[in-house]
């Protein structure tokens, strides 16, 4: 079958490393594991980061990748594959809890291939309302900012949530996933293209990125780290929350401790979903016919370009990758 597989790690030409190949053996189905016809997996930084070796295990390279994925089983269901493999008794019955979880393509072959397997609990129904290629936008950004929001975070309908870098893929689902939640939702990007995109999402206010809301929140939906983490304490009210899921500009910011202990502000991390939390997730999606943003949608053969773009910036979506 033909897949695309990290082959190598470089730091510094990463796509040197992702290769296509015809010649890949399918998938043998064993028991407890669904083999699924790839019909589309999205680009993720994930992917990116095992091709430079950030936190992938070079042991595990060679390696399909791509996390996310839409398809369809032998049976003709069609479905999304939750992403995180784990055992939620082994995480005290949260999976990614579990010491041993992994994301899809860490250490199991991923979504850009002809066919994948994957354990049967990480097999669910795909939103009629939605093509493949959209929903193979959902698994991992959209299922993460559910947890965020709806677990960790806890918030409520009334409520009032900041975003912070609305252009990335989890702050641009926690939009969405907010706004259909009844919350009051404000954004902030550097970008005035990703300012709109934010209130086309349902914002109801989008800011230039350190620029003062009209209120202070309940919580901050926190993925860029050290450049807006300042802002987001500030943000707060009393006993509000951070959740953090993430810190592309950086991970080591001023603490500013004597805010968080005088404020009673709470700071929480926020990895993955659970299989229950992805399942939340889709039925949302598809009660509220809520729809992911689709830069553009390339077949295998294109893969590096796809790759490229991400790696250019100033995508305004997800770049989504079709098996034919």
Same mark, same amino acid.
């Given at each position: ?23 890949? *053996?399918? *998938? ?12 589309? @997996? @999205? /680009?993720?930084?994930?992917?990116? &980061? ?54 899809? @393509? ?35 950004? &959209? ?41 009051? /939702? ?30 202070? /929140? ?10 807006? &983490? ?7 009210? *009393? ?80 770049? /989504?990758i079709t098996m034919g």
């Amino acid at each position: 079958m033909r897949a695309a597989l990290a082959v190598a790690q470089n730091p510094s030409d990463p796509l040197s490393c992702l290769v296509l190949r015809d010649d890949v *053996p399918q *998938p043998e189905p064993r028991e407890g594991w669904v083999r699924i016809q790839v019909k589309a @997996s @999205s /680009v993720n930084m994930h992917d990116l &980061w095992t091709l430079r070796g950030v936190g992938h295990d070079p042991k595990n390279i060679p390696i399909i990748l791509g996390c996310d994925v839409a398809g369809v089983t032998a049976e003709g269901r069609e479905v999304v594959v939750h992403p995180v493999i784990g055992d939620p008794e082994a995480g005290g019955g949260d999976e990614t809890l579990d010491p041993e979880r992994a994301l899809l @393509s860490e250490q199991h072959d991923g979504g850009f291939a002809e066919y994948i397997l994957v354990p049967e609990r990480c097999v669910l129904d795909k939103p009629a309302s939605l093509t493949f290629e959209e929903a193979a936008c959902l698994p991992v950004a &959209w299922s993460t900012a559910y947890r965020m929001l709806f677990t960790r975070a806890e918030l409520q309908p009334g409520q009032k949530v900041l975003v912070q870098g609305a252009g990335g893929g989890v702050a641009s689902a926690a939009i969405s996933l907010a706004a259909a939640a009844g919350l009051t /939702v404000y954004a902030t990007s550097r970008s005035a293209e990703n300012r709109q995109l934010a209130l086309d999402l349902g914002a109801t206010g989008a800011f230039d990125s350190g620029e003062r809301l009209p209120e202070r /929140v309940d919580a901050v939906i926190e993925t860029v780290g050290e450049a807006t &983490w300042g802002h987001s304490l500030r943000c707060l009210k *009393p006993g509000g929350v951070i959740v953090i899921a993430g810190a592309t500009s950086g991970t080591s910011p001023e603490a500013d401790l004597g805010r968080i202990f005088y404020q009673q502000l709470r700071i929480v991390g926020s990895t993955g979903s659970t299989r229950e939390e992805t399942s939340g997730m889709l039925d949302m999606v598809e009660r509220h016919r809520l729809k992911p943003q689709v830069d553009r949608i390339l077949p295998l053969e294109r893969i590096h370009e796809g790759f490229q773009a991400m790696i250019d910036g100033g995508l305004s979506g997800k770049v /989504v990758i079709t098996m034919g």
